[in-house]
């Protein structure tokens, strides 16, 4: 394939690599085939979603930590109880999910302190004829 040499400066030598150099071999970072008909701007938008969507996964590791390390709770608990209460109430229960259980956890902790469930073992036998403790 004989390309004509335009020459001028500014020109553009549209022939693949492989024709110019017959010594070129493809690297293994060259872009495939069909991502150099993509285009520059498709790639600078696939390079923005991927920091985005990266940052967004991260950020969420990160907030469940430290949400997680404010409230005295596991991260796991943060993350299980974010993500219910999101998909139960919207973005409302995503935010406010992780605070009402460590309400609850502490509610129950201090009812047991108190002595509401009892001082009795589950594990004890019930004398006959009596139902409480």
Not at 12 to 19: I, K, Q
Not at 47 to 55: D, T
Request: net charge neutral.
């Amino acid at each position: 394939m004989d390309v004509p040499d335009t020459g001028g400066i500014g020109s553009v030598d549209a022939r693949p690599a492989e024709a110019v150099d017959p010594r070129y071999e493809r690297s293994a970072f060259a872009a495939p085939a069909w991502a150099r008909d993509v285009g520059r701007w498709s790639w600078i938008v696939v390079g923005c979603l991927v920091v985005i969507v990266a940052n967004g996964f991260l950020q969420t590791l990160v907030s469940q930590f430290a949400l997680g390390t404010t409230l005295k709770l596991h991260p796991l608990v943060v993350l299980v109880s974010t993500t219910a209460g999101s998909i139960l109430f919207g973005a409302v229960g995503g935010v406010f999910a992780a605070p009402f259980v460590k309400i609850g956890l502490d509610s129950v902790e201090r009812a047991r302190q108190a002595g509401v469930f009892g001082t009795r073992a589950a594990t004890e036998p019930i004398e006959e004829g009596r139902c409480s403790p």
